[in-house]
């Protein structure tokens, strides 16, 4: 069995790597604020045995005070039972907020640049601490879900395009300080595509003063032109259980083979 820590758990593409993830028979361990109902989660449908291996952290990451502790004891949580591979799948994500740069609001900026970057840096710091006298044979690995806005610019999207790119740069960094000695962290950064899910509708109700691609992104809507959020769920498993992946990758879901 193998095991899995998923942020932003709760909703979207996390619920469904969630889902998907325990429907193949894998522990997973949840980080949102709230959590997912079971039925939501897939877990009634698998009885008893689907909840053992579902476990969920409330924690709002824009609060990075308690990462450190909260991933301390997830990894103790799993040492009477450990997994055969353990991986941390950064997912959580902000769009918010959505504006030119000189308006958006300090505070809400503030939290964009944490729960994007900050928490997503402290959380890899603390699980490659917190696993580094696991067996050498068992195999760790870090996902980060990045963004196509990483690499392209958008007007409105200042704190978002940044954050997204600086993860990508963090995975590069982070890949070359474990190499690929047998006790490394493999570590990658997967932009899932365009994926339809709440922050979709967020950026399809935006005004065109704060966003002026708004219409880009209806077209996508109308046209059919996303992912759902199974679909993208599946890629990502796709490319991380079968390790189709270099050392410090930094991948785009739209230019990898189908599943």
């Keep these: ?15 469904a790597l969630t889902r998907r993830l325990l429907a193949a028979g894998h522990r997973v361990i949840g980080i949102s604020r709230t959590a997912a109902d079971a039925e939501e989660a897939g877990v009634c449908s698998d009885g008893a045995v689907a909840r053992r291996k579902a476990a969920h952290y409330a924690y709002d990451l824009k609060c990075t005070d308690g990462i450190e502790e909260l991933i301390a004891t997830i990894v103790r949580s799993l040492e009477t ?4 591979a353990l991986t941390l799948i950064n997912n959580a994500g902000m769009l918010e907020p959505i504006m030119p740069l000189e308006q958006a609001d300090r505070l809400a900026l503030t939290e964009q ?7 997503p840096a402290l959380l890899m710091s603390a699980f490659i601490r917190a696993t580094k006298d696991w067996p050498a044979s068992t195999v760790r690995t870090i996902v980060n879900i990045s963004s196509g806005a990483g690499k392209k610019p958008y007007s409105g999207w200042s704190g978002y395009c940044a954050t997204k790119a600086g993860l990508d740069m963090l995975t590069r960094c982070v890949g ?3 190499g690929d000695g047998p006790r490394a962290v493999k570590v990658v950064s997967i932009a899932p595509g365009v994926v339809d899910t709440g922050m979709q509708e967020l950026i399809r109700g ?18 059919g032109g996303l992912y759902t959020p199974d679909e993208a769920a599946e890629r990502i498993i796709h490319v991380v259980e079968g390790g189709r992946f270099a050392q410090g990758d930094v991948l785009d879901i739209r230019h990898l083979p189908q599943a």
């Design 206 to 223: 935006t005004e065109p003063g704060r966003f002026p691609e708004v219409e880009r992104f209806v077209g996508l809507k109308q046209t």
């Design 176 to 178: 070359l300080e474990q």
């Design 81 to 84: 039972e450990p997994p055969g």
């Design 1 to 15: 069995m193998k095991g899995y820590i998923v942020t932003g758990a709760s909703k979207g593409l996390g619920l």
């Design 113 to 119: 640049m944490h729960v994007n970057l900050l928490a």
